[in-house]
């Protein structure tokens, strides 16, 4: 699971907090401005903050917007700066789009015409204030309200009881002290689609089009299928349009898709309009739980950014009750859920996407692209035609006999795929060949389609040479989770090395990595990426540390891996031995250093002690269970 890390929370939020502002183009404003504060508490204990404001300068957004809490304030001014004055350390920035409206999605700040909201996890048992401040001192040139035209919102919240939603409003006008506590907002019913559903995509407010989701069970199978037959594209660029589709339910395996074209309108002088890709699966299910599947569906529109694709364009992904449909003739029907992933801590309103791993996202996952030419001493694709997957053999670059085979698996979160893949991992089988081993660098179709096809490769070799070598499985990150879950599924597996891997998925979203202050939503983004990967009922089926596991274990991890806590290896080690006392689970914390590994620097020292370790794993082993 290599890639960056979703943003921390910053150090003051472990209380309650923060929220804001708002934007639409328009012209200047000189009347009185006006801001109202709603805050409001779920028994869950997230806090939901909405500020309405009526003041704009020339350009049609806020001057400037506090959020106070205690001696702490941050200030968004229109230059794009959260910049606290006092405590708190992390800053962001907005951005005006062509079509008026401000966002940034690296933060929790979520702007909709005059309108801004923003959710953080409660954290304290005491009341809060929150308050808001709008306007701020002129700027030459800019025709803004006067400073005696600031106003300030205040809204009071205390801490609910599990089972009584607090609210609480206050006009713009009154004192803090006496904000009245209004009644406990009316719950929101449930959201129950059957059959189809139209989802506008958009980009900003702009509708770029519309697709169709759509969901039936017949003839002891669900079928669903998405499309956008029309949307419109701009002259005089590149765009990429992503379908994706899958049926969420109990023991679905595999049954998520998706599927992208390109379209080039760099030499168009008029307004056209494409067609998505069309995306259907079908699932056999008994009719006992086909009422229990849903369908959640997004289609994007992506153009060439800086670095890589950027979303302009949308269908919504602020939950899954708004892109999903139960299936029509399916009873009885259910409500559709809120949310398939573990929302993160620094931005809980973050969601959905393509391979984000953010919660409801979606996997699709990306061609690392061709491989270079083969050295000498490796061969492609040589253990023979018919694998779903490229991969490499490599044979041993020391005289003697053949120690053993190492099958090779590379990381990135069950995403990346082709042969480049595999040959990133060159420079770790040549460590194996210079002991005399036999190695397959191996990759796999992305998401959920990673696990069989890295079994298949796991067959290949101990039908070839499992009755005569010791056979190993190793791999990284999500690798490593997968090397684990051959071992656990091939008791044929002599040997078995995690680094930095993921051993219980189900546990891994409510674990902190150590050494980290302030929470940190590494494992929750790992999570989520499992989760899109696989489906949110797999994830126990998908946990080595589960499975009893016949083959020696030897697992690693930085001591300052974001994505993947100590937790995972010890849980691993202790559910083996709680299995059976004698079996073989090596653990090794590496100190933190120069040299880059798996979610985290290691040092040189670290290094040559892992590879110490692997040596002895492997020292003595002979082939067979």
Not at 249 to 267: N, Q
Not at 398 to 417: K, M, T
Request: hydrophobic fraction near 40%.
């Amino acid at each position: 699971m290599r890639g960056g890390s979703p943003s921390s929370l910053s150090a003051w939020s472990c209380g309650l907090l923060l929220l804001l502002l708002l934007m639409v183009a328009g012209p200047s404003v000189a009347a009185t401005p006006r801001a109202t504060a709603t805050v409001t508490v779920d028994a869950g204990g997230t806090v939901r903050a909405v500020v309405a404001v009526g003041a704009r300068d020339a350009r049609g957004l806020p001057r400037r917007v506090e959020l106070r809490r205690g001696r702490t304030v941050l200030v968004l001014t229109r230059r794009g700066a959260w910049r606290p004055t006092a405590g708190g350390r992390r800053s962001a920035t907005w951005t005006r789009t062509a079509g008026g409206s401000a966002t940034r999605r690296s933060t929790a700040l979520a702007l909709a015409g005059t309108r801004a909201e923003l959710r953080l996890l409660w954290r304290s048992a005491r009341a809060a204030r929150i308050t808001v401040r709008v306007g701020g001192p002129p700027r030459p040139g800019v025709a803004t309200p006067s400073p005696s035209a600031s106003v300030t919102a205040t809204g009071t919240v205390t801490a609910p009881s599990p089972t009584a939603p607090a609210s609480a409003t206050a006009p713009a006008s009154a004192p803090a002290a006496d904000a009245p506590v209004a009644p406990a907002p009316t719950p929101t019913p449930p959201v129950v689609v059957v059959g189809t559903r139209d989802l506008p995509v958009l980009a900003g407010e702009q509708p770029l089009g519309g697709a169709r989701l759509g969901s039936s069970f017949a003839d002891g199978s669900v079928r669903a299928a998405i499309r956008a037959d029309a949307l419109t594209l701009q002259p005089g660029r590149f765009y990429r349009l992503t379908t994706c589709l899958r049926i969420e339910g109990p023991s679905v395996a595999g049954a998520r898709r998706c599927t992208r074209t390109v379209e080039d309108r760099t030499t168009a002088d008029t307004v056209t309009t494409a067609a998505a890709p069309e995306v259907a699966l079908t699932v056999p299910v008994d009719g006992d739980r086909a009422a229990s599947l849903l369908a959640h569906g997004l289609v994007t529109v992506e153009v060439p950014g800086p670095a890589d694709w950027e979303v302009l364009a949308s269908s919504p992904t602020a939950s899954v009750s708004a892109a999903a449909v139960r299936p029509a003739d399916a009873t009885p029907v259910q409500p559709l859920p809120d949310l398939l992933g573990v929302p993160f801590v620094a931005e809980p309103q973050k969601r959905g996407g393509v391979d984000t791993g953010s919660p409801d996202s979606f996997c699709a996952g990306f061609d690392a692209g061709p491989a270079p030419p083969t050295p000498e001493g490796v061969t492609a694709d040589g253990l023979g035609p018919g694998l779903p997957a490229y991969h490499e053999v490599g044979e041993p670059t020391v005289p003697g006999p053949v120690r053993g085979v190492v099958v090779l698996l590379h990381g990135s979160g069950w995403l990346a795929h082709g042969p480049n893949a595999a040959a990133s991992l060159r420079p770790v089988a040549d460590r194996w060949r210079a002991r005399g081993f036999r190695t397959v660098a191996a990759t796999h179709r992305p998401c959920a389609m990673s696990l069989p096809d890295t079994l298949a490769v796991v067959d290949r070799v101990l039908a070839q040479d499992g009755a005569s070598l010791p056979v190993c499985v190793s791999g990284a990150s999500a690798g490593g989770h997968l090397a684990l879950m051959a071992a656990a599924l091939r008791p044929a597996v002599d040997c078995a090395i995690g680094e930095g891997a993921p051993t219980d998925l189900l546990t891994l979203r409510d674990q902190q990595p150590d050494g980290y202050t302030t929470p940190v939503d590494g494992p929750r983004w790992a999570t989520n990426l499992a989760i899109a990967a696989f489906g949110a009922s797999r994830l126990e089926e998908l946990s080595p540390a589960r499975y009893p596991i016949a083959a020696r274990v030897l697992l690693a991890v930085s001591a300052d891996d974001w994505a993947v806590p100590y937790a995972q290896l010890t849980g691993l080690r202790d559910a083996q031995h709680a299995r059976d006392p004698a079996a073989v689970v090596d653990l090794v914390r590496l100190e933190a250093g120069s040299e880059r590994w798996v979610h985290g620097g290691v040092s040189s020292a670290a290094l040559e002690r892992l590879h110490e370790r692997e040596e002895a794993l492997v020292d003595g082993l002979t082939a067979g269970p």
